[in-house]
């Protein structure tokens, strides 16, 4: 009877969606698995299980995460939630701040980091900063735009039509402005005017014809004229939808009742807009004009100021970007999200971001070929596992891109660019996850558990969720401080080994022998599965065959349960770490050989199967099977 050998020895093309397993013919199938999920995939082609979430806080509420970096020393995180933003550096609350937007109005923001400032946005809300002033010493307050002799240079806009006329009652103090047709409302209380390139500030509406304002700069008549034009970001029009900084200014996109139009700073000075005579350092600003109004959601500062709308992805390119200098192309026809932000993330010179529609996620990267970026979807082999995200982060230092989708899944990209590296798995805990960001070399998460929203971070020392580790001078039984798992069943390590469940009461646990180390928390599920074989194993139909052995190849692993197929079924059949080889407590490196039985028919069934929550360390190398084929 003859026999076959498969061998399994890479994981880096990720985790396959099921419509592929007929593509035995695709380069992705020979490096990829029917399921990887709670581990993280190594460019060499193993997988590790992955690392387990520590306990850091409890969350004010739902919310999203912000990576708030002044150096390589100083980084902090922030945890805004609503109305309110708690501030955290090396896993301690250091400052919490009152904030203007709420839990529902949180979903839109934008942001952007220059030095010990962030600029946040919303175009609901007035747009604010939030200031490092010293350690620990935070400040939130509103923008300010340069001003001048009385004059706030901002940038100003007539939303009226054309024809509409301002009539201002005189020149000087206070006035009153008749407008030709309905303009005022109660929102433009504050917002500034100008009237012949002079500016006024309204301070009362008496209708939507008639209003009150103050006289900033001396107006040249009273005549009603056509020549006036609105503060571009107030209360009455809306506020900026997206920020970033691109050679040295401040660019603004999009604004409520502006959503298509761009906004660039003078150069070096970030906070004037004034147009002035269109000199080469002045500010700038134009509407993208296309067959279709797009609404700008995210500008991107990269190898070219990048412009993601709802509808198409947009360069701007000058050198350096100067009034008379600026271009405006069109590159690709995908569109971002209208009812989220999701910031896009820089890797390796590619802007990934997130799609409008469908389960995808795009990679915009400019072709020297071509001339032009191109946006190739990252997610389409694994497009099962991309389920409406709704943040994303990226883990420079280990090359895992986190997508939170809104099934509270979060999917991880491998990614290594040179190598041609690009494999997905999936992490699941319990509970749901809803926010990510990276902070330095951490890597934080917002995650729902039974109502309550807990700030974790992972740990690669750590095998459990929602998790916590101790150590004493002598050896105890009683262990405090998980509070927060309070009435919850939690798995335990003590002194390196698995000891039965314990039930937390009064936030504590007890054990039965007295321990130095242990660790608690919450376990997870990890699973690995081959692809089935891309071919009939018998080369004719209705053929048969039978497993013979199974050699795993492992690095540094303490626990290993596998189970084989038997017929039809998962049969689990052996314990590597007990029974099988009677190992020491120490993690093995090596090969594990076992023996299965039962014979199958050809199919899609995977021919192994490994799925354990024991929260030891796991990595495994490559697999090898022996196979009986009849004809």
């Known amino acids: 009877m003859p026999r076959a050998r498969i061998s399994k020895t890479s994981f880096a093309g990720g985790e396959i969606a099921p419509q592929l397993l007929g593509r035995g013919d695709l380069r992705a199938y020979d490096n990829g698995a029917r399921r990887l999920r709670n581990v993280f995939i190594h460019p060499t082609g193993g997988v590790t299980r992955r690392h387990g979430l520590r306990f850091v806080d409890t969350a004010a509420g739902p919310g999203r995460l ?24 090396e896993g301690s609350r250091v400052a919490v701040l009152g904030a203007p937007w709420t839990v529902q109005q949180l979903s839109q923001i934008n942001w952007t980091q220059s030095a010990d400032t962030l600029l946040v946005v919303h175009p609901d809300v007035a747009p604010c900063k939030i200031t490092r002033t010293a350690a620990n010493t935070w400040l939130l307050t509103n923008w300010n735009f340069q001003s001048k002799n009385s004059r706030v240079l901002s940038p100003h806009f007539k939303f009226a039509a054309p024809a509409v006329t301002l009539r201002p009652s005189a020149t000087t103090g206070t006035i009153q402005l008749s407008a030709s047709a309905p303009v005022f409302n109660a929102s433009h209380i504050g917002s500034r005017l100008r009237i012949d390139g002079k500016e006024v500030e309204v301070t009362l509406v008496f209708s939507t014809v008639l209003a009150q304002a103050s006289v900033k700069e001396t107006l040249t008549g009273i005549a009603a004229t056509e020549d006036w034009s609105e503060q571009t970001f107030s209360d009455a029009h809306g506020w900026p939808v997206s920020v970033c900084f691109h ?16 906004w660039l ?40 100021l990048q412009v993601f709308t709802s509808g198409a992805e947009w360069m701007v390119t000058g050198d350096p970007l100067t009034p008379t200098s600026i271009q405006l192309f069109r590159q690709t026809r995908i569109g971002s999200r209208i009812d989220r932000t999701i910031p896009p993330q820089d890797v390796d010179g590619a802007t ?29 082999l694994a497009h099962h596992l991309v389920d409406r995200p709704v943040d994303m982060s990226y883990d420079e230092s280990r090359r895992l891109l986190h997508l939170v ?23 699941r805990t319990d509970g749901r996850i809803l926010a990510v960001a990276n902070v330095g070399e951490a890597t934080w998460l917002l995650i729902e558990r039974e109502g309550t929203v807990f700030i974790e971070v992972f740990d690669e020392t750590l095998y459990l969720d929602c998790g916590l580790a101790g150590t004493a001078t002598m050896p105890k039984i009683v262990w405090s401080g998980a509070e927060h798992l309070e009435g919850r069943t939690v798995k335990m390590l003590a002194d390196g080994a698995v000891v039965s469940d314990r039930e937390v009461q009064g936030g504590s646990v007890v054990l039965d022998d007295p321990a130095l180390s242990v660790q608690l928390g919450l376990p997870f599920t990890l699973e690995i599965e081959p692809l089935p074989p891309a071919h009939g194993l018998s080369g004719g139909a209705g053929g048969r065959f039978r497993p013979i052995s199974l050699t795993l190849r492992v690095l540094e692993t303490k626990a290993l349960y596998l189970a084989s197929c038997r017929g039809w079924m998962f049969v689990p059949f052996r314990r590597f770490g007990e029974n099988c080889l009677d190992m020491p407590p120490q993690a093995y490196s090596g090969d594990v050989t076992v023996r299965t039985l039962g014979w199958r028919d050809s199919g899609i069934d995977p021919l192994w199967r490994v799925e354990q929550n024991t929260p030891l360390p796991l990595t495994l190398l490559s697999v090898s099977t022996e196979l009986s084929v009849t004809g």
């Open 66 to 89: 912000i990576a708030f970096e002044f150096n390589t020393e100083q980084v902090y995180l922030l945890v805004f939630t609503d109305r309110r933003i708690d501030v955290y550096r």
């Open 247 to 262: 050679q040295d200014r401040l660019v603004i996109g999009g604004s409520r009742d502006l959503p298509n139009r761009l």
């Open 265 to 304: 700073s003078k150069s070096a000075d970030l906070f004037n807009f004034d147009l002035g005579e269109g000199l080469d350092d002045e500010a700038i600003e134009f509407s993208i004009l296309s067959d279709q109004v797009n609404a700008i959601r995210h500008v991107f500062s990269g190898r070219h």
């Open 352 to 380: 990934l971001f997130v799609p409008r529609a469908g389960p995808q996620l795009r990679e915009f990267l400019f072709s020297d070929t071509e001339q032009a970026y191109q946006a190739t979807d990252l997610a389409m």
């Open 405 to 427: 989708m809104t099934d509270g899944s979060m999917a991880t990209l491998t990614v290594y660019r040179d190598e041609e590296v690009s494999g997905w798995t999936q992490q």
